[in-house]
C-alpha cells in the first residue's frame, strides 16, 4: 500500500512526487510518457536559465527517484475505491495507494470512468479540467488534481508549483499539521 500514488510524471506530478518522497511517505508516479511538455523549450522558468521539456521532465523524475519516489510507465485505465483507499489499474498491474493526485496534462479521460467532476477549461486550448477546490481536491475524497488538468495557467511554474502545493496539502492532511519542506545552506 502507497502513502500517495500519482498519476503523470510531467512538472506537475514529477513535482508532487519530490515533495511526497522527501517527506518520507511511499510514493508511486505512473506516467504514459505523453507529456506535452516534451515538445517545449523553456526560457520563462524561474531559476533555470534555459531547459529542454524533456531535460525537464528527465530531471523532475530523478528528483523524485533520488527520495525513493517508484516511476512506473504504463497508462492507468481506472482507480477504484476501496476501504483502505484506492485500488489504481494500470497496463502494468494493480497498485494501491491512500491518496491518489490525477497531473494528467491535457488528459482528463480518466474523469468518465471514475465518476470524477470536470469543468469546462479556462485556459487556451485547454478543452476540459477536473473540477477542484482551492486545495486541489476532487468531488471524490481522496483523489486531487494538480496542474493543467486542474485548470492553472499551462506554464512548467506554475504546474510544477501546483502540484508541490497539492502535496503539501495531503502532507499537512496525513500529518495534522501543515507541513514545511526547508534545508539549510550548509556552512
Ligand atoms: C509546444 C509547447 C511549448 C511550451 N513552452 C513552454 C514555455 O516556454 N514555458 C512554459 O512555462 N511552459 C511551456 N509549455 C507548457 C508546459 O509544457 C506545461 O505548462 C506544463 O508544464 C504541463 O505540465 P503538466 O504536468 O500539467 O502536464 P504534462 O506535462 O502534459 O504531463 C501530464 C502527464 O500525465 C500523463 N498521463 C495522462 N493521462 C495518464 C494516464 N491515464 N495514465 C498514466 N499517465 C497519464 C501523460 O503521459 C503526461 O506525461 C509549452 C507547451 C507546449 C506544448
Redesign the pocket.
Known amino acids: 500500500m502507497y502513502d500517495i500514488a500519482i ?8 513535482s508532487a512526487a519530490l515533495f511526497a518522497a522527501k517527506a518520507g511517505k511511499r510514493t508511486l508516479v ?8 516534451k ?7 524561474y531559476g533555470i536559465m534555459e531547459i529542454s ?1 524533456p531535460d525537464m ?1 528527465e530531471t523532475g523524475k530523478k528528483q523524485a527517484s533520488k527520495f525513493g519516489a517508484e516511476i512506473v510507465e ?4 481506472n482507480i477504484v475505491k476501496t476501504d483502505a483507499g484506492f485500488q489504481i489499474e ?1 497496463e502494468q498491474g494493480t497498485f494501491e495507494a491512500q491518496q491518489v493526485i490525477l ?5 482528463v ?2 474523469a468518465e470512468t471514475i465518476g470524477l467532476k470536470t469543468k469546462p477549461g479556462t485556459e487556451p486550448r485547454i478543452k476540459t479540467v477536473f473540477d477542484v477546490d482551492a486545495e486541489g481536491r476532487t468531488n471524490i475524497d481522496g483523489i486531487w488534481a ?4 486542474a485548470g492553472v495557467s ?7 508549483g501546483d ?1 508541490a502545493k497539492v502535496a503539501i496539502n495531503i502532507l499537512s492532511q496525513l500529518n495534522g499539521e501543515r507541513y514545511v519542506d526547508h534545508d539549510l545552506l550548509k556552512s
Open positions: 498519476v503523470g510524471a510531467g512538472p506537475a506530478g514529477a505512473l506516467d504514459s510518457d505523453k507529456s506535452m511538455t515538445r517545449a523549450w523553456m526560457e520563462n522558468h521539456g521532465i504504463g497508462k492507468v485505465v494500470a497531473a494528467t496534462g491535457v488528459l479521460d480518466l494538480a496542474g493543467t488538468a499551462v506554464h512548467t511554474i506554475v504546474t510544477a502540484g
